[in-house]
């Protein structure tokens, strides 16, 4: 049985090539990542339209850097301007505002405006998280296969990055820094020889993925599991990595609460970011099973078993005592009208079933590679190959894999990790391929195995099915960027759009959900509505103005003191609520009906919106 047990498990030509890979692995590293920043850069910057990204999270992530560096406090999280009267408490961490701010303070050394300053940092950003996953896998693809295995790895890396718009220059939200993180939280995890620094530096990403945003916790959480798992199989001689492990994770989740959390929010629960609710869960379980490597009378595998269940037992205690409503999914609190005409028409909230009927030819990129990573660390399982490792990456890949059904936003993960596996395979079938070249079954095994393990091979079996393979072989529809200038302009998201509004006097806009970050950006005006769950209050708001009647509809306008209402007839949402209501104010006003109490203004030049200023 093909198992990782300490170092004094390897073979000893195998020692002795472990002592010259890492020397080989930053100079490839480094090649990899010039060759793909390169490309990505060759092939994006001279079409792109804009310096930040096209996502609204892009957008308010600038937004709130831009508060930060005009003086907003380090704990004071509140978008002042989105909402009603108040503002909204966001629940972004401070740790991804904080490089950015860093680089355009930086940057405005040596340029003559903040627009360069910023441009500069948001092309530098996105790419140096790209480069640290890159890195990671590549650590992780050597300690799983040697050498041929890192550069396999890297380059399904690069694959993965240069498919995806989350590396982009521009696209600043906090998802590449998670993926990242997650990818060198496994690479430390897979260290064969179990030594406590990889395991400490697990401990420390762990619980910066959980600082980060709440998405990776199931992820995170089964990672602890394993580590506690192998401790309770190994006993003695995997003590040090896992109290080296659960120290980093206890130590290190402390410190990013009380770097994050203001004093007055100590006892606040919330379960959508760091808050006492996760903080006392990773804190609990990681001294816990500190304490329990530390007691040297556990050398009995019954003992160990007994003192994972009191683990367990004490984290649970803590979850139902402290934060009972973060056992349940945190958007089950959200308004039903909010998740009719909001939530189930947002692609990555979407489920698996759901985007099997809307989009069946996205649906392979999403879903497949992650079902073939898992078979194959099934498979190695049964084999008695490597099992451990595959053991491993069968609970990270597979729990997100079944989080990606529930909601189409984890398959991101779970392509990223289905890297480690795949690539292995990937190896040991070149390798037997190589052994046996009139073997035509090998070879075709090999060239199979490495087609599947690529989402955007399947994106484009997908494309061709769908759409034929003129369109499918158009890089802009593999890179998900088929959506015309003309598509984005009529959805009231320019800078035309934004700049529209900037010349009113600063007052509360109503406008489309998606068109709130863009007005954010470009002007001084609060917007009631953004697409962000903790701004309920602001988005109901919005949806009732557009439903109701127009002598209903001026309550809302004028109980939310709105002074300028932004009218999109191209958003998805808006048509939407004209279907519902046709009677509603924005199907009057598309026809092009006027009530007394909104005043038309002049159109703007390039701007899709009809804007109206609401009468004293």
């Known amino acids: 049985m093909t198992i990782w047990t300490s170092e004094s498990g390897l073979h000893g030509d195998e020692r002795q090539r472990s002592k010259g890979m890492f020397s080989r692995l930053l100079p490839s590293v480094l090649v990899y990542a010039v060759v793909l920043i390169g490309l990505i850069l060759f092939f994006h910057l001279p079409t792109a339209s804009d310096y930040v990204g096209g996502d609204n999270d892009d957008v308010v992530r600038l937004v709130q850097v831009r508060d930060l560096l005009n003086g907003q406090g380090w704990f004071d999280l509140h978008q002042y301007r989105l909402g009603l009267e108040g503002g909204t408490l966001m629940h972004w961490s401070r740790f991804v505002d904080l490089p950015i701010a860093a680089l355009i303070r930086f940057f405005s050394l040596f340029t003559g405006s903040s627009v360069e300053a910023e441009t500069l940092a948001l092309i530098v950003w996105p790419l140096s998280t790209a480069a640290v996953l890159l890195a990671a896998a590549g650590l992780a693809g050597r300690r799983l296969g040697g050498i041929p295995a890192m550069h396999i790895s890297l380059g399904l890396a690069c694959l993965y990055i240069f498919t995806m718009k989350r590396f982009y220059p521009g696209n600043i939200d906090h998802h590449n820094v998670q993926l990242a993180t997650l990818m060198v939280m496994t690479a430390m995890l897979l260290d064969r020889r179990w030594s406590g620094s990889s395991h400490l530096c697990a401990g420390i990403a762990a619980a910066f993925a959980i600082a980060i945003g709440a998405e990776t916790v199931p992820v995170v959480a089964v990672g602890c599991m394993v580590v506690t798992l192998q401790w309770c199989w190994h006993g003695k001689e995997f ?288 917007v009631l509505s953004a697409p962000y769950h903790r701004n309920q209050a602001g988005m109901l708001t919005e949806l009732h103005i557009g439903l109701s009647k127009p002598s209903e509809a001026e309550a809302f306008l004028k109980g939310a003191k709105v002074t300028v209402l932004a009218f999109c007839a191209g958003d998805p949402q808006t048509r939407n609520l004209m279907k519902v209501n046709p009677q509603g104010l924005y199907a009057q006003l598309a026809k092009g009906n006027v009530p007394d109490f909104l005043q038309p203004q002049p159109a703007k030049e390039g701007s899709h919106f009809r804007i109206y200023t609401v009468r004293p």
């Open 239 to 526: 003590a040090p990595a896992a109290r080296s492990f659960g120290l980093a994770f206890a130590l290190s989740i402390s410190a990013f609460f009380f770097a994050t959390v203001p004093p007055s929010a100590y006892g606040a629960v919330t379960c959508d970011n760091l808050s006492l609710g996760f903080y006392s869960l990773s804190a609990v379980g990681g001294a816990g099973l500190f304490l329990a490597g530390r007691l040297t009378g556990l050398v009995t595998f019954r003992q160990r078993i007994l003192a994972v269940a009191l683990i367990g037992a004490a984290v649970l205690a803590t979850g139902l005592l402290i934060a009972p409503q973060c056992l349940g999914n945190p958007l089950a609190n959200l308004d039903p009208m909010l998740v009719e005409l909001w939530l189930d028409n947002t692609t990555e909230a979407q489920s698996a079933r759901t985007l099997l009927a809307t989009s069946p030819d996205t649906f392979g990129a999403f879903y497949l590679v992650g079902l073939f990573a898992v078979a194959v660390c099934v498979f190695r399982i049964i084999q008695k190959d490597r099992a451990e490792a595959h053991l491993l990456l069968l609970a990270l890949v597979g729990t997100a894999w079944l989080i990606s059904l529930v909601q189409v936003r984890g398959a991101a993960i779970t392509n990223a990790l289905t890297i480690l596996p795949l690539s292995l395979l990937i190896s040991d079938l070149k390798r037997h391929s190589n052994a046996e070249p009139e073997n035509m079954n090998a070879g075709l095994a090999y060239i199979l195995a490495a087609l599947f393990s690529v989402p955007v091979v399947w994106a484009l079996f997908g494309a061709v099915a769908t759409n034929g393979i003129r369109d499918a072989l158009s890089l802009k529809t593999l890179l998900g960027q088929d959506k015309s200038v003309a598509e984005e302009e009529a959805d009231c998201r320019s800078s035309a759009d934004g700049l529209a509004l900037a010349g009113y006097p600063t007052g509360v806009v109503a406008a489309p959900s998606d068109s709130g970050a863009t007005i954010l950006r470009y002007t001084p005006h609060r």
